[in-house]
């Protein structure tokens, strides 16, 4: 569906609203307009049927008020749905077609075993992206779950080191261009699958948008009130300040100039958001503009805060019972 389309029905709802205020007001003037001799008039049965009239046409005001948002906000995930499928038929299509190629080639013709290393090369680096691609829509599936998976405490330092090492080569990439800058030791409390899942999609994002060199530095910083802060910087391209809330959306995408440049499913931070609020987090994204590189911070419980949550629990649940013994005592 295309984009233009949202105008007509939102511009409708628009103008359906505004008539049916005129109409309201126009209806309160003609009835009341001249006060005292009409009110002379009046009984208790018109006097109700102006009222329940009045509602009623607040209650169609914010009706259609409602039914308009509600339309173009369906209508802008029909746009971002169709635009899912249009990639994940990209992401998938082209792997497939470059797997063909090599497959034919080495089916057909005996190539020299240079060559056949680095078909062989090309093929697996077809393979990860496919299982890349499968495995972004596997995560959105289970990051909707309500259900919390098991929680444990995690050396966080040694999590974001080993998802570091893996986007390095993955991408091939100096050790300079992603590197975890050094911080004090730090354990968080969440599940470790669901985490490295967060802190490789934010890792590939932050590759996939560098403009020019990749230059991505990942810290660890202790925060007030038993939480730990994970940032991940980039100097890319950055994003516009609009565009900071809704990239955690389901299926956004930004803008065109962007998504040229880096292919992608929509899914990536939206998974992020989903998984990091199952561990009880928070994740936002930050940035001084286009070209500017952009941050991000995820913010999870520490093993202190959690041992403090336990504590009290314990001491509410000794309190409980104390309480409990001594009315079955005064009984």
Not at 31 to 40: F, H, I, M, T
Not at 66 to 81: I, K, P, T, Y
Not at 152 to 174: I, K, M
Not at 319 to 324: H, S, V, Y
Request: aromatic share 6%; with cysteine; hydrophobic share 45%.
């Amino acid at each position: 569906m295309p984009r233009r389309s949202i105008g007509f029905p939102l511009a409708l709802g628009i103008v359906l609203t505004l008539l049916t205020a005129v109409l309201a007001v126009g209806w309160q003037v003609l009835l009341v307009g001249d006060w005292r001799p009409v009110a002379q008039g009046l009984t208790t049965l018109h006097w109700v049927l102006i009222v329940l009239g009045s509602l009623f046409f607040v209650v169609v005001i914010a009706g259609l008020v409602w039914l308009s948002a509600w339309l173009v906000r369906e209508m802008r995930l029909n746009q971002r749905q169709q635009a899912f499928l249009d990639a994940v038929t990209h992401e998938m299509k082209t792997p497939l077609a470059s797997l063909r190629l090599y497959l034919d080639t080495l089916s057909r013709h005996d190539p020299p075993p240079e060559r056949r290393r680095a078909f062989l090369e090309r093929m697996q680096e077809d393979v990860q992206r496919l299982d890349h691609t499968v495995g972004q829509v596997l995560a959105a599936t289970r990051a909707e779950l309500r259900s919390r998976a098991p929680a444990e405490p995690l050396d966080l330092p040694a999590l974001l080191h080993s998802s570091v090492e893996e986007v390095r080569q993955r991408h091939s990439l100096p050790e300079d261009a992603v590197r975890l800058l050094a911080g004090p030791p730090a354990t968080a409390v969440g599940n470790r699958a669901e985490l490295q899942v967060v802190f490789r999609n934010l890792l590939e994002n932050a590759v996939r948008y560098s403009d020019g060199d990749v230059d991505v530095r990942v810290s660890v910083q202790r925060l007030g009130g038993g939480r730990v802060c994970v940032e991940i910087a980039d100097r890319g391209i950055g994003i516009e300040r609009r565009e900071l809330r809704r990239i955690f959306q389901r299926f956004y995408q930004a803008r065109r100039d962007v998504q040229r440049q880096a292919q992608g499913l929509g899914l990536g931070l939206f998974v992020v958001r989903q998984l990091v609020r199952r561990q009880g987090g928070a994740v936002e994204a930050r940035s001084e503009g286009p070209g500017r590189g952009s941050r991000f911070r995820v913010t999870l419980r520490t093993a202190a805060r959690e041992a403090a949550s336990a504590a009290r629990r314990e001491r509410a649940a000794a309190g409980a019972g104390d309480a409990l013994a001594a009315e079955a005592r005064w009984r």
